[in-house]
Each structure stands twice: as structure tokens, then as C-alpha cells.
């Protein structure tokens, strides 16, 4: 589940009843596609943001960032140039899709499908159907891919042997947190991590420092203490 509020979005995990759990993705901005799990349940990715065509992947159920770019030209800041957004919006946000295992693949505008090794870090693009920006892109349970374009064609791309889930990864989370304490804000009271640092609520409450190179939400959290503590 995703919910945003004050330049972050939170990825929020829950039990099947729905009840919160407290280990919590942070994501920089809104705007974020919902996030694919992949078949074995290995890794989660997230295509976003609202100013950008970010791509994030991360392992589970360590919730470690393992892939961070951005799709297409970086935001060159607001305003922003006419050509810019339209290439941006060239984009889809339905365009990723798990394969194989440590697969992930990427539909792009100009109709080709990059495949992505998320252990090497290494990408292969395919021109299985270039020359039509792609629309959207899935997996199915049988293994195939299954491509549209902005052409208005619909296609089979590729087939490969999907993994089972492994329960072990979902237990693994589940024993490395607690429910959420139904009283009270839940932003105030989640275990968050970005991939690479983590907060829990004690130390979210004392960060009055930052640079331009944080997170927007961390430079917020860190001007609302200190004006808290002014007050």
C-alpha cells in the first residue's frame, strides 16, 4: 500500500486482515506507480515519481535498494522545458514486468524491451517490437510476456520459466517486525528505511541537520524540529 504526505511516500506492508506491520519503504516525492513483486518474491520495484521516471528495485525481505536510475533525461528543474515533458511523458508507468528470476524488463518509447540483470547490474535490449512507444507491459502465470503498444498491437514477447514464491521470504519479514499500534499516526510510529539508511521514529525526532543532497522528506523532518524547537 502506498500513501503519501509532506514530499515522501510510504510503501506500507500488511498482514492479509490488513493490519499494519511497522518496517516501512520511505520513498523520496509522490506520484509512484504501485509496486510488482516479483514471482519468488525475491524483489520489489517501484516506478515513480510524480517529477521524474524513476526506477527503484529492492531485495526482500532485507527491503536493501539494489537497482536506482532514471528512465530517460534526469529532471533539469522547474520550469521545466516543453521537449523535456514530453519525453517524460513518452514514458509509460506500466512498463515494467518481472521474468526470469533476477529479471526485471523495461518497455520503452521506442518500442524496444530492455531486459535487466539485477545481480550483474547488466541490461540487454531486445527489438522484438521497435518502431511503437510501449504502453504497457506484464508478466503472466504461464511465463510470458505480454507487450502493448501505442500502435495498438498486442503481442506475446517472450517466454520463460517462472519461480514459485518462497515462504520463507514472508516469514522472514514478518519475524523481523511488529503490527502497528492502531492509536495514533502511523508516520509516527513506523521502523522506515530508504534501501540504503534507516529511521526509527526516536531518530527521525532528533535530525535538525541535512544537506540539498537528502531526501526531500528528511530536510522537511529536520525543518519541523527545528522550528519545534524554537517554539
Not at 512498463?95 to 528470476?101: L, R, S
Not at 516469514?171 to 521502523?191: C, H, I, R
Request: proline share 6%; aromatic share 8%.
Amino acid at each position: 500500500m502506498l500513501c503519501s504526505d509532506q514530499g515522501a511516500t510510504l510503501c506500507v506492508f500488511a498482514k492479509p486482515d490488513q493490519t499494519m506491520l511497522r518496517r516501512a519503504l520511505i520513498l523520496d516525492a509522490d506520484g509512484y506507480a504501485a509496486p510488482i513483486f516479483s514471482p519468488d518474491g525475491r524483489y520489489l520495484a517501484i516506478r515513480g515519481n510524480a517529477y521524474e521516471n524513476s526506477l527503484e528495485i529492492f531485495e526482500f525481505p532485507s527491503l536493501h535498494r539494489v537497482v536506482a536510475m532514471i528512465l530517460g533525461e534526469p529532471s533539469p528543474g522547474y520550469p521545466y522545458p516543453d521537449e523535456w515533458l514530453e519525453h517524460k511523458e513518452s514514458w509509460s508507468r506500466h512498463n515494467i514486468a518481472f521474468g526470469a528470476p533476477g529479471k526485471l524488463w523495461v518497455g520503452t518509447p521506442d518500442g524496444t524491451l530492455v531486459e535487466v540483470d539485477i545481480d550483474s547490474q547488466q541490461a540487454v535490449e531486445h527489438n522484438l517490437l521497435a518502431g511503437s512507444r510501449v504502453t504497457a507491459l506484464c508478466a503472466t502465470g504461464a511465463g510470458n510476456l505480454v507487450v502493448a503498444t501505442a500502435a495498438g498491437e498486442l503481442a506475446l514477447a517472450t517466454a520463460f520459466a517462472r519461480a514459485q514464491l518462497d515462504p520463507a521470504l514472508v516469514q522472514a519479514f514478518l519475524d523481523s517486525t511488529v503490527e502497528v499500534v492502531k492509536d495514533g499516526d502511523p508516520w509516527e510510529t513506523l521502523d522506515l528505511t530508504d534501501g540504503t539508511q534507516s529511521w526509527t521514529p526516536g531518530d527521525r525526532a532528533t535530525v535538525t541537520d541535512t544537506t540539498d543532497a537528502d531526501p526531500t522528506w528528511l530536510q522537511l523532518t529536520a525543518a519541523i524540529n527545528n522550528a519545534r524547537g524554537q517554539s
